[in-house]
């Protein structure tokens, strides 16, 4: 089933829908729907869960309205429900001065997870830029992931695309932390 008629965003402003896209194994149940509903038992199947724990997570998540029901069907005359993503993209806020940053935390996990012998691109680079430079930079990393995004099949393997642009706390700021 397409998920052409998602919503573009999800906005996360309750601590219900917070708590639920904290947890790792959640954050993994929503990038298997990121491009097609499916059951629990194919969620528990692609995420590598019981059935039940998969069902667990699932619930918590359509609790807090992050995933839904898109489709029943009777199968040996139980229902089979098919998951998919509330929204193509979730938001959530920020985290504020040296909170926890949720995203990141989950990309370095799955990155940590993935095959060390697979193709990877992974790299730092330390950058002096105006603010003019900062902001357009901002605009063509967000564009490019856009275009990409677009160009995403279902049927090909996943690739995640993770960035982070900031300007890092001043020496004085990281030295006030330690003492």
Excluded: C, W
Aim: proline fraction near 6%; charge should be neutral; glycine fraction near 6%.
């Amino acid at each position: 089933m397409p998920t052409d008629d998602l919503p573009e965003t999800f906005h996360v402003t309750t601590d219900e829908q917070l708590r639920a896209v904290s947890n790792l194994t959640r954050h993994r149940i929503m990038a298997v729907l990121r491009f097609e509903p499916a059951t629990i038992t194919q969620i528990a199947e692609r995420v590598g869960l019981a059935k039940g724990s998969s069902s667990y997570h699932v619930r918590l998540l359509e609790r807090a309205g992050l995933v839904k029901v898109v489709r029943t069907r009777k199968v040996r005359g139980v229902t089979e429900r098919y998951y998919a993503m509330a929204a193509r993209s979730i938001v959530l806020p920020d985290p504020g001065e040296g909170g926890p940053d949720l995203l990141m935390r989950h990309a370095v996990a799955d990155l940590e997870a993935s095959p060390a012998n697979g193709e990877r691109h992974v790299r730092m680079a330390h950058l002096r830029l105006t603010e003019e430079q900062f902001a357009q930079l901002g605009a063509r990393l967000e564009a490019l992931a856009d275009e990409y995004r677009a160009l995403s099949d279902p049927s090909l393997p996943d690739a995640s695309l993770v960035f982070a642009l900031f300007r890092p706390a001043s020496r004085e700021q990281a030295e006030g932390e330690t003492k």
